[in-house]
Structure formats: structure tokens, C-alpha cells
């Protein structure tokens, strides 16, 4: 079974920034789509941005142009690189590997943005 651990959240002000890992206990990206979601406390699950297999990337409207995921393969690890940090991007962060019949999950990372 693939586990996912992610690390990195933190207390960060506005403006600042974080890089969130998700390491994967094995070489999954070649058969699966990585995704970062959050939760905010009160607030559904969203999906913040995807990686494909294929290397593409997709991102929610609200982090467009601040967020950027990307993967290395030899590490087996998927970052989000966070940048102009808003307190409304406060939230446990999750990181998620999915294919068909397949949809594994990390434990999450609290990021909290705040001055």
C-alpha cells in the first residue's frame, strides 16, 4: 500500500511563503495524478492544484499565478510552492494520488496565515 507524508506547514504572515512536500513511499507518478486539496475550518475539501501523470497542471481560480506544484521523480516527492500567502489560505493541506479504483491520502499539514 503507497503511503503519502507531507511536511512543511507552518505559521507564515501574509505575504510570505511556504513548499509543501508529499513523499511517496514508492514510484507512483508514472500511473498516478497528484493533487493538493485544503480545508479550511467549516469549509468543504477543495482541490488547490493537479499534477498528471503526464506533467500537466491545473489550479483553483483563488491560487492562479501564487501556487505552483511540481514533482522529482528520483525523490518520489510532489512540492506546492506557496507564495503571496493569504489568511484565507489557511488550512490543513492534504496531499492525494489518484487513478482509476485508486485514492490514497496523506494525514495533512496545518498552514495558518497570520500576522
Known amino acids: 500500500q503507497v503511503q503519502l507524508v507531507e511536511s512543511g506547514g507552518g505559521l507564515v504572515q501574509p505575504g510570505g511563503s511556504l513548499r509543501l512536500t508529499c513523499a511517496a513511499s514508492?514510484?507512483?507518478?508514472?500511473?498516478?495524478?497528484m493533487n493538493w486539496y485544503r480545508q479550511a475550518p467549516g469549509k468543504q475539501r477543495e482541490l488547490v492544484a493537479t499534477?498528471?501523470?503526464?506533467?500537466?497542471?491545473n489550479y483553483a481560480d483563488s491560487v492562479k499565478g501564487r501556487f505552483a506544484i511540481s514533482r522529482d521523480n528520483a525523490k518520489n516527492t510532489v512540492y506546492l510552492q506557496m507564495n503571496s500567502l493569504k489568511p484565507e489560505d489557511t488550512a490543513v493541506y492534504y496531499c492525494?494520488?489518484?487513478?482509476?479504483?485508486?485514492?490514497?491520502w496523506g494525514q495533512g499539514t496545518q498552514v495558518t496565515v497570520s500576522s
Open positions: 492525494n494520488a489518484r487513478r482509476v479504483l485508486s485514492d490514497i
Open positions: 514508492t514510484s507512483i507518478f508514472s500511473r498516478y495524478a
Open positions: 499534477l498528471t501523470n503526464l506533467g500537466s497542471t
